[in-house]
């Protein structure tokens, strides 16, 4: 914690007091015991955080300072659905970074070895991609756009094409699973469900979702792995693509935790590090009434691991600048809540009807500057007893290298 001394004793007695989880001024509270500050350090870590704030308000930052601590000082894996690339380049330091400050150098020093434990998976990277074989039948069924009700004789199609692909020959890729005999069972031109279906199929082939001979890992088998973070770099496609990669993570990470949960209860000793999932732009991936078989698979996996995901160690942090175009059973299940800049008072209205407590208490957030920032919840366990009102803080700005897909408006400047 911030006021031990440092693991390195050639960074010097000045960085001391720097040194250990440091996110914001103000939090964990100074002038408490360590114990204390550990137990608010675990609140944010083992548990669910949402960020809420206006366009360049600091949300992207103070996630990426909260990131970076937790991957410096404890355990926790992280996993970051990233649909702006704003976590690009996480592994890399900040090139702008003031290294004369001694404790921004210690940082360089350490980011420098943990930044190779970071996988950054993109579509023209070393691992990506989902492998059809992989899929249970609904999420074939929902990545294919189909669902029973709405689109019968093709999902009729679907599921008798299941049925005889599970006794001829499995499903391997998807690829093979188009060019499947049983097509030829059927007669040509004169279904036209049929070849609405096949068409549906030959168009999501064509996504850059599916993983292909000759890419390192897929998906699943990068969660896998023994990496620190993941950057899931959602940033590069359509909508199609992002549901249907955010959902197949969800689901490797759920499917992981179960095994983990499972070998943990018949062992009855030890234990294992928690992750966390982070989601940029939440009310795109969960919003109050998903449309579609793609968006309602993701959203209900997210509601999933708000309401189930603490006994998997599976944690959410979301960020959103709308908190009330979320899913209200996603919303009210967060137990720490960091509110940056907004400029209406209507999304502060939903976080009141949301968490109760008196009015008013954060209207403070219409006028902050670019990092300032109300914390509450869980994350003032660091005072006995736990104050009524948030508290107010200012978050150190992050060091890793900085990513974005939002335009800077240099472009609105005079001439010279």
Known sequence: MSDDKPANDAVGKSVGAKLGFDVAKQWPARGTARSAKDRAVQALVAGHTLIVGQSRSGKTITARRIIEEIINWTQARVVILDPNADFRFLNEVDPNLDRKIPENEFFADRWSVLGKEIEIATPDGGAWGIKWGELSKREMAAFLGLTGTDDFGEYSHFDRHYKYQEKDNGFSTLDAFKSSKYFETRPSGEDEDLERYRLRLENVAQLGVWWKIGTDKDLDSLFEGTNRAVVVDLSKDDQQVRMITAARTLEALWRQGEKRRKAFLESGTGAWPGTLVVIDEGHVFAPPAPEGP?????????????DQGKKLNLYLMVVTQQPGKLHRDVLSEFN???????????????????????????????TFEQGEALVEGALLCDEDPPPAAPRGVQFEKSRSKEGGGTPKPDWALPRE
């Open 294 to 306: 793609q968006k309602r698979l993701v959203c209900e996996r997210i509601q999933r691991f708000a």
């Open 336 to 366: 720490n809540r960091i509110i940056l800049r907004v400029n209406e008072r209507r999304s502060l209205k939903v976080l009141e009807e949301t968490y109760g407590g008196f009015r008013g208490r954060y209207d403070g957030a219409l």
